[in-house]
């Protein structure tokens, strides 16, 4: 918490508004693009899953469409687009940024395919300038999945800001939060009112508000895609203090680096690489264990000593719905190597000295053969 969560709350109380789109989404809405330099605009939604949700209708996912997408990532990349009959093609990962292998994207390309879905990992970009060229050279649509990447930059762009969309995340376990929360980026300004209409149930009831028509009617599939005022109120006090938080976060992941460095000298595990391209919002500092060490079992004697060190994803191609759902492209071989080997360390805002370096000393200890 930042301090301010409370008081904005009351004053959403106060002002007597509680759906969406009231004083804090505009404030909240306006705050994101500025933050992220953004040419569009920035709407609040209740998830990052529900942003994913609105880029599938808006870019008119047919049954049989293919996506383009990794399968180290979260299910909601996916099925976003299977909820419109899409199929997601999973692409392997790079074992440095565990981002989608740019140079194995155009081999996974089909008459079918309609869009890219590059996920940005941990905060630290894809490699949007090749991804973006592939995208333009095959006419396909790409939608940043920048759950994990706010205030993320690839060169001079902020993440979310490249593609046609970029999903945001404010869910608790990211960077910025409000609980559950999310916003679509849409940086085509031709696109916004279409947006605004999925976002609204498939209404115009956006363009009601601004007096623009006289009775708001359905004008689209859509949904209920925004959240209430006091989860906006909530995030507001959360975005002030975005760069502080964002800070700190950098401080306790570039004490985790320099610390772990002489373990990855000794050939035990590979820390985290971050691109000369790539400005990183430090969300979460992960290490890939070397083949020879047991992840259970160091996890195991991690937790014991009451470090809540954790794996990640289960790969969607291995599991149940990611077979009956989607298809994979050439191999598998490092997104099921590095699924199966690496480790986040806890991570958290006002994380002590003392706290990260007892976190690094039970690593160490608890490396298991
Ligand atoms: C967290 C996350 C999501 C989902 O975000 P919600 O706001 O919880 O819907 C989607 N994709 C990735 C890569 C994530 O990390």
Known sequence: MTGNELDYIRLAHHNLRLAGDGEFTKKSQ??????????????????????????????????????????FTFVSTANAFVLRGGIPIFVDIRPDTQNINEDLIENAISKKTRAIVPVHYAGVSCEMDKIKKIAKDNDLFLIEDAAQGYLSKYKNNYLGTIGDYGALS??????????????????HPSNLKKIEVIREKGTNRSGFFRGEVAKYTWKNIGSSFLPSEITAAFLCAQIEKGLEITKNRENTWRQYHQQLESLEESGLLKRPVIPKECLSNSHIYYVVLDNKIDRERTLEAMNNKGVNAVSHYVPLHSSPAGKKFGKFSGSMNITNRQANSLIRLPLWVGMSNNEINHVVRVLKNSIKI
């Not at 500025?34 to 047919?62: D, P």
């Not at 404010?170 to 940086?187: A, D, M, P, Q, R």
């Open 30 to 71: 306006e705050m994101i693009a500025s933050s992220l330099s953004a040419k569009g605009s920035a709407f609040l939604t209740h998830s990052c899953t529900a942003a994913l949700e609105i880029a599938a209708i808006a870019t008119n996912i047919k049954p049989g469409d293919e996506i383009i997408m990794p399968s």
């Open 170 to 187: 404010f869910h608790e376990t990211k960077n910025i939060i409000s609980g559950e929360g999310g916003s679509i980026l849409v940086n």
